[in-house]
């Protein structure tokens, strides 16, 4: 298991931990806060101690997950009670915890179909979920919620992936969850998604948005410029879903 963080390739001002697992990798993030700092997901149990590790230099009161899947949010729990740290989640993603089966994804391409079936049954199985959480704060429409906690954010609305998948903008840099992905090394479209329709239209509000750099939940950050082709290309094919 190897990992990478800002501190070995620089992205901008991205704080990073990057870690392969089984050559997969999964990406957590620190955004500094006047009031504390934030985590953004938490990966999965393998990864907790050098998690951990990365993270000990900050002072992390909040835990904010881009979505409820068990690659995300699999160490919230533990975190939580080292840390009793708040938690963030969108509100729709609520069921979703430790229920991998209330949201069943579809493949976003035809070349991902039996990859689709065998996420569909892994999710399914007690080995693959998270261990129970609440939530502090559910997040909704509220853009502006994460400036009350003292963090020069706003929130993104991210539907598709999972219902409640949100994202997290600041100083030129969206943190896109699996909204976008570079798992392959090179920005792609994520391969699933619980609703494909919700998001194309996420990806058509992040072409609008147009940040500098897509911080993805797997993979390193990837610049929008390099992105930017692949999500129009997609949404060109898929414009029906736009409708």
Same mark, same amino acid.
């Given at each position: 298991?190897?990992?990478?963080?800002?501190?070995?390739?620089?992205?901008?001002?991205?704080?990073?931990?990057?870690?392969?697992?089984?050559?997969?990798?999964?990406?957590?993030?620190?955004?500094?806060?006047?009031?504390?700092?934030?985590?953004?997901?938490?990966?999965?149990?393998?990864?907790?101690?050098?998690?951990?590790?990365?993270?000990?230099?900050?002072?992390?009161?909040?835990?904010?997950?881009?979505?409820?899947?068990?690659?995300?949010?699999?160490?919230?729990?533990?975190?939580?009670?080292?840390?009793?740290?708040?938690?963030?989640?969108? &509100?729709?993603?609520? #069921?979703?915890?430790?229920?991998?089966?209330?949201? =069943? /994804? *579809?493949?976003?391409?035809? +070349?991902?179909?039996?990859?689709?079936?065998?996420?569909?049954?892994?999710?399914?199985?007690?080995?693959?979920?998270?261990?129970?959480?609440?939530?502090?704060?559910?997040?909704?429409?509220?853009?502006?919620?994460?400036?009350?906690?003292?963090?020069?954010?706003?929130?993104?609305?991210?539907?598709?992936?999972?219902?409640?998948?949100?994202?997290?903008?600041?100083?030129?840099?969206?943190?896109?969850?699996?909204?976008?992905?570079?798992?392959?090394?090179?920005?792609?479209?994520?391969?699933?998604?619980?609703?494909?329709?919700?998001?194309?239209?996420?990806?058509?509000?992040?072409? &609008?948005?147009?940040? #500098?750099?897509?911080?993805?939940?797997?993979?390193? =950050? /990837? *610049?929008?410029?390099?992105? +930017?082709?692949?999500?129009?290309?997609?949404?060109?094919?898929?414009?029906?879903?736009?409708?």
């Amino acid at each position: 298991m190897r990992y990478i963080t800002e501190k070995e390739k620089s992205c901008g001002s991205i704080r990073y931990f990057c870690v392969y697992v089984g050559g997969s990798p999964m990406t957590c993030y620190v955004l500094r806060g006047r009031k504390g700092d934030m985590l953004i997901d938490t990966g999965i149990p393998l990864i907790y101690k050098r998690l951990i590790e990365y993270i000990n230099p900050y002072d992390i009161r909040y835990i904010l997950l881009t979505h409820a899947h068990t690659d995300h949010d699999g160490n919230t729990a533990r975190i939580w009670k080292e840390l009793n740290a708040e938690i963030f989640l969108g &509100e729709r993603d609520r #069921e979703l915890v430790g229920h991998f089966e209330r949201q =069943p /994804v *579809k493949a976003t391409s035809s +070349r991902y179909r039996v990859r689709n079936i065998q996420q569909n049954v892994c999710g399914r199985m007690r080995m693959f979920s998270s261990a129970p959480y609440t939530p502090d704060i559910l997040l909704g429409n509220d853009r502006n919620i994460l400036r009350e906690y003292g963090f020069d954010a706003e929130l993104i609305p991210l539907p598709g992936h999972t219902l409640g998948s949100v994202g997290v903008f600041s100083e030129g840099v969206l943190y896109c969850g699996d909204a976008f992905t570079a798992i392959w090394g090179k920005p792609d479209i994520t391969p699933h998604a619980v609703a494909p329709a919700a998001m194309a239209r996420s990806l058509k509000s992040i072409l &609008e948005l147009s940040p #500098e750099w897509l911080a993805t939940g797997h993979g390193l =950050p /990837v *610049k929008m410029s390099e992105a +930017r082709l692949v999500i129009r290309k997609y949404l060109l094919m898929h414009r029906h879903q736009l409708k």
